[in-house]
């Protein structure tokens, strides 16, 4: 079973899920989506590396895609 969180405000959202890898531990899929001018922006990776703990995994996604907001909010990156 693999775990899956969020998290959202105003207008832009992070969500996770995990993923088990070859090697017993877990790593995760993050999808970010932000509101913009010409409509919605969606943008999915693989968070590279592997946890130890399902628990792990999905925080390190998580705080992952918040700095993936955080530096496309503040324009240190054009995708």
């Given at each position: 079973?693999?775990?899956?969180?969020?998290?959202?405000?105003?207008?832009?959202?992070?969500?996770?899920?995990?993923?088990?890898?070859?090697?017993?531990?877990?790593?995760?899929?993050v999808r970010?989506?932000?509101?913009r001018p010409?409509?919605?922006?969606?943008?999915?990776?693989?968070?590279?590396?592997?946890?130890?703990?399902?628990?792990?995994?999905?925080?390190?996604?998580?705080?992952?895609?918040?700095?993936?907001?955080?530096?496309?909010?503040?324009?240190?990156?054009?995708?």
């Amino acid at each position: 079973m693999a775990l899956s969180g969020n998290i959202r405000e105003g207008d832009w959202t992070v969500e996770v899920e995990t993923i088990p890898t070859g090697d017993g531990g877990f790593r995760c899929r993050v999808r970010v989506e932000h509101g913009r001018p010409a409509g919605p922006f969606r943008h999915a990776f693989d968070h590279g590396p592997s946890c130890p703990t399902e628990r792990e995994a999905l925080l390190e996604g998580l705080r992952a895609g918040m700095v993936w907001i955080e530096l496309k909010a503040s324009h240190v990156f054009d995708v």
